[in-house]
């Protein structure tokens, strides 16, 4: 039982490089979303898909894309990745949008722009 | 501005004492809260839940207690154990809200 799955787990980018971060959930949930991590800010939200076919901005998506492939897969794709971006990434699931459904997350991916 | 703060960065407990680890927010629409906890090159999980139509929730050793008026929540484990050394993140929603928004996060540090 996978639960949420990010791949690759680490990567060190250029500065204007560009990648995609993937996230697969095995567990039938709704609803996807992406965070990210850094010292002293807790998580913050960067796009969500309250379900499958939608998108939609959270507090920091400035510098970020997302796509909702399916059910199953939302990715996180950095156009041109800026030092301010080196954080650690970390995908969510839940079942549906609101309060009483938690979120199961990913291990997290650990992005370094240099 | 951070709707959810976690003013302790860190708390260290000795092994069987009680640890309590504190979250203020400011949004008054917050109305369900969970903890989550999490350990190094891991995602966060699940840990405790409460929401705004109670003040206390157990589960074994971890009760989350609510103050509504203070916008304060709490989270005690007792007795403490070293496995639960990790970091503890508050995060609250509005009920019909799309996302929680997290804490800062508390490192607690269990010494044997």
């Known amino acids: 039982n996978a639960g949420v799955t990010q791949t690759p787990k680490f990567q060190v980018l250029k500065t204007g490089q560009s990648m995609t971060l993937q996230c697969a959930q095995d567990?039938?949930?709704?609803?996807m979303y992406w965070y990210r991590q850094d010292p002293g800010m807790g998580l913050r939200l960067i796009y969500y898909?309250?379900?499958?076919?939608?998108?939609d901005k959270g507090e920091v998506p400035n510098g970020y894309n997302v796509s909702r492939l399916n059910k199953r897969e939302f990715s996180l794709r950095l156009e041109s990745a800026a030092p301010s971006q080196t954080s650690v990434y970390f995908c969510?699931?839940?079942?549906?949008?609101?309060?009483?459904?938690?979120?199961?997350f990913g291990s997290g991916t650990r992005l370094t722009v240099v | 501005d951070q709707q959810v703060k976690q003013n302790s960065p860190s708390l260290s407990v000795q092994e069987g004492r009680i640890s309590i680890l504190n979250c203020d927010y400011t949004?008054?629409?917050?109305?369900?809260f969970l903890w989550y906890k999490k350990y190094p090159a891991e995602g966060p999980t699940f840990l405790i839940s409460?929401?705004?139509?109670?003040d206390k929730n157990e589960d074994g050793r971890f009760t989350v207690f609510l103050n509504k008026s203070a916008k304060h929540l709490s989270l005690h484990i007792v007795p403490s154990q070293p496995g639960d050394s990790a970091v503890y993140f508050c995060?609250?929603?509005?009920?019909?809200?799309?996302?929680?928004?997290f804490g800062t996060g508390t490192s607690l540090t269990v010494i044997p």
């Open positions: 949004n008054s629409m917050f109305d369900y």
């Open positions: 567990m039938n949930h709704n609803s």
């Open positions: 995060a609250a929603s509005e009920i019909d809200g799309n996302q929680f928004y």
């Open positions: 898909s309250a379900s499958e076919g939608t998108t």
């Open positions: 409460i929401s705004s139509i109670k």
């Open positions: 969510a699931s839940s079942e549906a949008p609101g309060a009483n459904y938690g979120y199961t």
